[in-house]
């Protein structure tokens, strides 16, 4: 392509670089107000009249240094290159940015006028918006967070891909909507009333800063992870329907989610959240009707059973295949509970109850937006593509399933609803990209560096740390879009991680007593190895342990058992057993005190401050707050019979 990209990112950069200055200076310029009696006028076109000589003399070169421009005629190779560009969709696009990024600079001055009104500290203020999110406003950037891009992308495809079809998308709503009200009633409750931080707060005050440091990591790596599968997404969408470099696409639009979550923290996000996700409903809607009504596009319910052209999207439903999907279902609902995006707005909301009827809300209102890249993905496989500009063979055929979806806006719409549809996904992967972007800070400044690393630091400090982290991590799962043909390797990271690691343990430490150090450890273990030995076909793994069910299919082996399932459960049945036996050990005298570094024999004498059956709820409860780091690593949590 002619563009030259590394000019564009480095104009990028500058453009926002100026633009943090002149944020800056506007935050400056009311500081300034507050402390003179110079009129709004002479506030805004003299300076108040304070200019020193220093920014005079740079102020007063600046206007003089213009850029003088000899026209040269274009050449034609340029010219042709340039007017491939799909010109309206760019400024479409701009003007969207440029939409969101307003809605968070509003934001992150509405934050700092409750900051002044309020005792919240710097952390609470950027991190879970003073605990004052509405639940007009939760709703909104609850359903944000999960309608990102692999949402809408991974949805048509589902299906249009024929191994998967309708049943395996209905099957993933259900299980968003499923996690989202197990959510609220298990989850809520203990970690509001112990004033929690991050669903990782437990963690520090049961396994210690050793222990809780390597989980938290576990916890990083998924959300960069999530913020790099988002934007691989956009990227490949936006590429293909705007002819605009994948690199250009990607790094612009993590720029916007980096610039906006710097400057209010949870408040722009939970605000831009609500822009975004009515650009979402009504792009997607938009763009529905002229999918279908393509002449090249047959009636979808005709072809949901008998298809001509493809395999039919509806999915197969066979009798073996009844494991596989159960296990897919409880991976979507239970490992989504591992995210920290989903506690950070519980933790945010004004009440225990706001959380959970946003929670609830949610939960109906999620799969409405899935309907539509159900419709589009249907779409897609009743399509003659062979009539189309794409032709013959089908995108199944080419391999590109994975952007069906891209691939139907941009050939079965015109151009300008191809545009309106690209809005719609860069609206759900920035969505999805800054909760993940504020999630991975949240964990890192909050349980990493102010629990572990510097526990006397300053708010001001872990105000810039907040910061520091927003931006490295987003850095980090941009760079990573370079392995765009990698998806599914980050898919593995994160969200089997989150299933098999962090979900256990969260479920563990905090409804079981008898859980320590010991058995996190080897739960941990036991959960990885299990899972990597029942084969991962993703990764190229075969498997090593043979579950009922597995079959050997053109000279591979194929596991029907819910692998996935059995790995967590015995994850956490590895953290109660092991967990059990060392507490006997040690306090039996079995093995000497020396050797008990997570020192569980102090568990005896604890368990016995803890509050049994209902008298728990009448009980003065244990806040984790910034005191924590004092509390001893082996007190329970809350009590349970476990």
């Known amino acids: 392509m002619a563009i030259n990209i590394p000019g564009v990112i480095m104009m990028a950069v500058f453009y926002f670089l100026v633009l943090g200055t002149g944020v800056w200076a506007s935050f400056k310029s009311k500081r300034v107000k507050k402390k003179s009696t110079a009129t709004e006028m002479e506030m805004a ?73 309020s005792t919240a500290t710097e952390m609470e203020m950027a991190l879970l918006g003073n605990r004052s999110i509405s639940w007009v406003v939760g709703i909104f950037t609850m359903i944000a967070t999960w309608v990102g891009g692999a949402f809408i ?46 669903m990782m707060d437990p963690f520090h005050v049961k396994y210690g800063k050793v222990l809780t440091g390597g989980l938290c990591l576990a916890s990083i790596i998924i959300d960069t992870v999530w913020a790099t599968m988002t ?19 990607v790094w612009i639009s993590a720029a916007v989610a980096i610039t906006y979550t710097l400057l209010g923290g949870l408040y722009s996000v939970a605000y831009t959240d609500i822009i975004q996700l009515v650009l979402i409903f009504v792009s997607l809607w938009i763009c529905v ?17 008998n298809n001509t052209l493809h395999p039919s999207w509806l999915g197969s439903v066979e009798l073996q295949n009844i494991g596989k999907m159960a296990d897919e279902f409880l991976f979507f609902s239970l490992g989504s509970l591992a995210y920290q995006c989903l506690h950070q707005r519980t933790l945010a909301a004004s009440s225990t109850t706001t959380a959970k009827c946003t929670c609830f809300a949610a939960a109906f209102i999620l799969p409405i937006f899935g309907i539509p890249p159900i419709l589009l993905g249907a779409a897609g496989a009743s399509t003659d593509w062979n009539l189309t500009s794409y032709g013959s063979p089908s995108p199944y055929e080419r391999g590109e399933a994975a952007l069906v979806l891209p691939i139907a806006l941009q050939h079965l719409t015109p151009s300008y609803i191809s545009v309106i549809g690209i809005g719609a996904v860069a609206a759900a992967v920035m969505s999805s990209a800054d909760s993940a972007l504020l999630s991975a ?37 941009t760079s990573l879009t370079f392995k765009k ?45 299990l899972r990597v030995l029942s084969g991962v076909p993703s990764l190229g793994l075969p498997p090593v342990l043979h579950f009922p069910g597995c079959t050997l299919e053109d000279g591979v082996y194929v596991q029907y058992a819910p692998v996935k399932t059995i790995a967590m459960l015995s994850t956490i049945a590895a953290i ?31 368990q016995a401050l803890t509050t049994l059956g209902g008298a728990a709820e009448n009980t003065e409860t244990v806040y984790l707050n910034e005191n924590s780091s004092h509390t001893k690593t082996s007190e329970p949590v809350i009590h349970s019979n476990c």
């Open 45 to 117: 076109l003299l300076g108040n009249r304070s200019i020193s000589w220093v920014v005079g003399i740079f102020t007063m070169i600046g206007p003089s240094m213009s850029l003088t421009v000899t026209h040269q005629p274009v050449g034609k190779s340029v010219l042709q290159s340039t007017m491939a560009i799909n010109i309206p969709g760019v400024i479409m696009m701009a003007v969207f940015y440029f939409l969101v990024l307003g809605t968070g600079v509003w934001a992150s001055f509405k934050s700092k006028r409750v900051k002044k009104k």
């Open 153 to 198: 992308v991974g949805t048509a495809e589902m299906v249009y891909t024929p191994s998967m079809g309708l049943t395996s998308g209905l099957v993933m709503l259900a299980a968003y909507s499923t996690c989202l009200i197990v959510g609220a009633l298990v989850f809520i409750k203990p970690l509001r009333d112990r004033h929690c931080v991050t």
């Open 231 to 249: 934007l691989i997404g956009l990227g490949a969408t936006m590429s293909a329907v705007l002819d605009l470099s994948y690199t250009v696409c």
């Open 289 to 305: 009707p002229f999918v279908l009504m393509n002449p090249h596009t047959s009636d979808i319910s005709t072809t949901l059973i």
């Open 441 to 477: 800070a949240s964990i890192f400044s909050s349980n990493v560096y102010k629990n572990i690393i510097r526990p006397q630091a300053s708010e001001r400090e872990i105000q810039w740390v907040i910061r520091l982290a927003v931006v490295v991590v987003g850095l980090v799962g």
């Open 485 to 529: 043909n990698s998806i599914i390797l980050f898919w593995f990271l994160g969200a089997e991680v989150a299933y098999i690691i962090i979900f256990p343990q969260l479920f563990c430490v905090v409804y079981c007593n008898i859980s320590n150090g010991y058995g996190a450890i080897m739960g941990l273990l036991v959960g990885v190895v």
């Open 576 to 606: 109660l057993l092991f967990s059990y036996l060392t507490f006997v050990l040690f306090n039996k005298g079995l093995l000497p005190e020396g050797w008990d570094i997570f020192k569980v024999k102090a568990q005896d004498s604890a």
